[in-house]
């Protein structure tokens, strides 16, 4: 076996692993990464050519919730990214918001070091790439004509094509509140946040819809639906001149597109008594040399609102259409703001300061390489989490990790109100205290699939996924999906059926936290440096001078 980068040498060639983990996503990098520090021979096969999904892909804000819930392998990559940017200068150990170019570094240096086979532009084959025999996957097949054979597999894609592929349940959308009990599942009845501050008639004088927005009447509140969260890209922009591209005018540049724009942001003018900020129509958070990472923020911003309902279930070529409407409608609303006389002066010049980073995403062309699909397909196991493992129930047997972010949702759809009135639904930001996340949210069904994990598309309601789906998290659970693999390899079992005391051991021992504290999080950082770190001569200083011969 040699190791080979894009492409296999022979098209028809059979590849057999111990761990096959598709998707190169952040969850994806540490599954493998994990799998391969405990012995398995392991492949991690990229759609694309990049790895580390959002991480490296424009999320460089960190949706961290509570810091000390972070452990494991997630810990040890914000470690590593505190080395990097040599942070102990400051005190300080860990680096929460890396930049793109760094995290991708980073992540392709652990998995060469774990000598993970690593191998980008190997996509699954549509519809007919999963080989299975009984309830177990025996291989994947991907496009260039490869096989991959493997003894436990890892569907850490963020759209579970594996998974589904495999036979595994799953759904996507909105449950209803009545299907599990969820008070805020399904359609919202108020939604408060990133909403429009002042009423915007959804009609022209002609009584002509205003573009960007639905004509379909709003369902009822608590109902099931199957559309989706709103996605956009998680532009890195700058204002450092020497490093600044400016913001491109995307072809088919239609600045009628954002008519509904055009009248917030007057009226918001005279709402607020001055125009609004760069900040307020896309919110800005600073991470390192002078750039930013620029997310969704307000009424009408970068979520592309009600455009992305076909995605989880979409061929390749109808999410290759979704993701460029969303460059077309992102590049073109940055260049809206940035040239068009109907955005406030102050706010177009305060925009035009800003620019592409250039060192960042240098192969395509400074704009992010990862779509930023923060919901698709949820995997339904024999266990699905739901609110209650949120608020009341936050103590597991089988902890693996922790999360603690807000139960957040972007907005599903924008609609027209009895009154004519535009408004967005969906945005959910519901605090929660620290929880404590299961091993079985991870694994399938076992007469579905005995030797499949799902680190990513896991099992749980829309309403869990909206906190757990963060992407230390991910991480948090790759890690673990990683070990079990290696378990269930060594021991001849299921992945439902591995030991989960040795494997929360294991985690223990690599950094796992599994209880809130700051000091629990010191041990668990002293642990996974004492696995990484080189040791130091004792006695000597890291500075002193070698002795003279």
């Known amino acids: 076996m040699f190791r080979i980068f894009g492409f296999l040498a022979l098209a028809t060639a059979a590849w057999s692993y111990d761990l096959v983990v598709y998707g190169g996503t952040a969850g994806g990098v540490m599954t493998a990464v994990a799998g ?42 914000y470690w590593r990214a505190g080395k990097h940017y040599q942070m102990d200068r400051h005190l300080q150990q860990l680096a929460w918001m890396p930049e793109p170019g760094a995290g991708e570094k980073i992540m392709r240096q652990m998995l060469a070091d774990a000598k993970v086979t690593l191998l980008t532009g190997h996509r699954l084959v549509e519809k007919k790439g999963v080989v299975k025999q009984g309830n177990k996957v025996v291989a994947v097949l991907t496009e260039n004509g490869a096989r991959f054979e493997g003894k ?44 429009f501050a002042v009423d915007i008639p959804a009609r022209d004088k002609n009584g002509k819809l205003l573009p960007e927005i639905s004509d379909e009447p709003l369902a009822a509140p608590g109902s099931a639906d199957k559309k989706i969260q709103a996605y956009n890209f998680r532009v890195i922009a700058t204002k450092v001149p020497s490093n600044r591209v400016p913001w491109p005018k995307p072809k088919g540049y239609d600045p009628k597109r954002y008519e509904l724009l055009a009248r917030y942001l007057p009226a918001m003018t005279e709402y607020m008594g001055r125009p609004l900020t760069v900040n307020e129509v896309g919110l800005i958070r600073i991470i390192p040399n002078g750039k930013a990472d620029l997310n969704n923020r307000g009424g009408f911003s970068t979520d592309y609102i009600g455009k992305n309902y076909d995605y989880p279930e979409g061929s390749y070529a109808t999410r290759a259409k979704i993701w460029q409407d969303h460059i077309d409608y992102q590049q073109g609303l940055y260049y809206f703001l940035a040239n068009d006389p109907r955005v406030p002066a102050a706010l177009r010049a305060e925009m035009s300061e800003w620019g592409l980073a250039k060192d960042e995403f240098t192969d395509t062309a400074n704009w992010p390489n990862q779509l930023y699909v923060r919901e698709a397909r949820r995997m339904v196991g024999d266990f699905v989490a739901t609110q209650k493992d949120l608020q009341t129930e936050l103590k597991k047997p089988d902890v693996i990790g922790m999360g603690s972010y807000n139960s957040d949702s972007h907005n599903v759809q924008r609609y027209v109100t009895k009154e004519g009135i535009v408004l967005n639904e969906g945005n959910m930001e519901v605090p929660v205290q620290p929880y404590q996340i299961p091993y079985r949210v991870l694994v399938p069904k076992e007469s579905e699939a005995a030797n499949l994990l799902v680190p990513v598309c896991f099992s749980a309601s829309h309403v869990v996924y909206s906190s757990m789906r963060m992407e230390p998290q991910y991480m948090i659970l790759g890690h673990a999906a990683g070990i079990a693999a290696a378990m269930a390899v060594s021991k001849g079992t299921s992945v439902q059926t591995i030991a989960v005391p040795d494997l929360q051991q294991t985690l223990l021992k690599e950094g796992g936290v599994f209880e809130r504290g700051v000091d629990i999080q010191l041990q668990a950082l002293a642990r996974i440096r004492a696995l990484h770190e080189p040791a130091r001569p004792r006695g000597k200083a890291p500075w002193a001078r070698p002795a003279k011969k």
């Not at 391969?36 to 999904?53: F, I, K, M, W, Y």
């Not at 892909?57 to 494991?72: A, F, Q, R, W």
């Not at 963020?158 to 509140?177: F, I, K, N, P």
């Open 36 to 77: 391969a520090r405990h012995g398995l021979s392991t492949v991690l096969l990229e759609p694309g050519q990049h790895v580390g999904g959002m991480v490296t892909g424009g999320l460089s804000g960190t949706d961290v919730g509570k810091i000390e819930v972070i452990g494991g392998m997630a810990l040890e990559f």
């Open 152 to 195: 436990v597999f890892a569907d850490c894609s963020y759209e579970g094509d594996l998974m589904a592929q495999a036979g595994v349940s799953y759904t996507y959308g909105r449950e209803g509140s009545a299907q599990y009990g969820e008070s805020l599942a399904g359609v919202q009845s108020h939604t408060e946040n990133h909403q």
